[in-house]
Nanobody, 115 residues
Framework: QVQLVESGGGSVQPGGSLRLSCTAS????????LAWYRQAPGKERELVATAPNMGPSNVEDSVKGRFAISRDNAKNTVYLQMNNLRPADTGVYYC?????????WGQGTQVTVSS
């Protein structure tokens, strides 16, 4: 069974940085596309960044130039480096692995950006 465990969330002031981690088990990690989503209060969950098993990673326009996704297949871990954080980045961040028959999600980690 696929399990995803996120960590690294917290509270920071605007302009600060955080690095989120997500460690997976129960999957052939190197073959998986990995993604980070976020959900702000009262809003729908939205895609933030993806790291396919092959090819370049991608970040959405809303975070381009500030966030970066990376993966370490040896550690079964995907990271989201978040710099120059803004209050609009506040929300619960979720790790995701899409497979042909199911979507797998972590429990989420809270990120709060406030002065």
């Amino acid at each position: 069974q696929v399990q995803l465990v996120e960590s690294g969330g917290g509270s920071v002031q605007p302009g600060g940085s955080l690095r989120l981690s997500c460690t997976a088990s129960g999957t052939i990690f190197r073959d998986d596309t990995l993604a980070w989503y976020r959900q702000a209060p009262g809003k729908e969950r939205e895609l933030v960044a993806t790291a396919p098993n092959m090819g370049p990673s991608n970040v959405e326009d809303s975070v381009k130039g500030r966030f970066a996704i990376s993966r370490d297949n040896a550690k079964n871990t995907v990271y989201l480096q978040m710099n120059n954080l803004r209050p609009a980045d506040t929300g619960v961040y979720y790790c995701n692995i899409p497979k042909w028959n199911a979507q797998y999600w972590g429990q989420g980690t809270q990120v709060t950006v406030s002065s």
